[in-house]
């Protein structure tokens, strides 16, 4: 009978053991962020929005997203992981931007 119990579980444990990667796969697998233009914020406020919300953005590169947002409509912020990515998409929306993620 303790035969039996070992086989009972033992499918349960290897199809847990099969999800676990593809969620982790999903959580880790790159996104990016979008910046979008808007005719409402100052550009300077962008800027500085951009590097308040995203960690490691400098004003060099903070000015180079927003003047692509403004010429090209969007504009790629950072790549990371889902979790990341609706972190930094929250923080520039509560600045009052426009922003989305998408998969990489």
Same mark, same amino acid.
């Given at each position: 009978?303790? &035969?039996?119990?070992?086989?009972?579980?033992?499918?349960?444990?290897?199809? /847990? +053991?099969?999800?676990?990667? !593809?969620?982790?796969?999903? $959580?880790? #697998?790159?996104?990016? &962020? @979008? $910046?979008? *233009?808007?005719?409402? *914020?100052?550009?300077? =406020? &962008?800027? #500085?929005?951009?590097?308040?919300?995203?960690? *490691?953005? %400098?004003? #060099?590169?903070?000015? +180079? @997203?927003?003047?692509?947002?403004? *010429?090209? %409509? !969007?504009?790629? &912020?950072?790549?990371?992981?889902? /979790?990341?990515?609706?972190? =930094?998409?929250?923080? $520039?929306?509560?600045? %009052? $931007?426009?922003?989305? @993620?998408? !998969?990489?």
């Amino acid at each position: 009978m303790a &035969v039996e119990t070992e086989t009972e579980t033992r499918p349960e444990i290897e199809t /847990e +053991q099969r999800e676990e990667p !593809k969620v982790r796969e999903s $959580l880790l #697998r790159p996104w990016s &962020v @979008i $910046l979008h *233009n808007d005719d409402h *914020n100052e550009m300077i =406020y &962008v800027v #500085r929005c951009l590097m308040k919300s995203v960690p *490691n953005l %400098g004003p #060099r590169r903070a000015t +180079q @997203i927003m003047f692509e947002a403004h *010429n090209h %409509g !969007k504009a790629v &912020v950072t790549t990371c992981p889902l /979790e990341l990515a609706e972190l =930094y998409r929250d923080r $520039l929306e509560s600045c %009052g $931007l426009t922003a989305t @993620i998408e !998969k990489a």
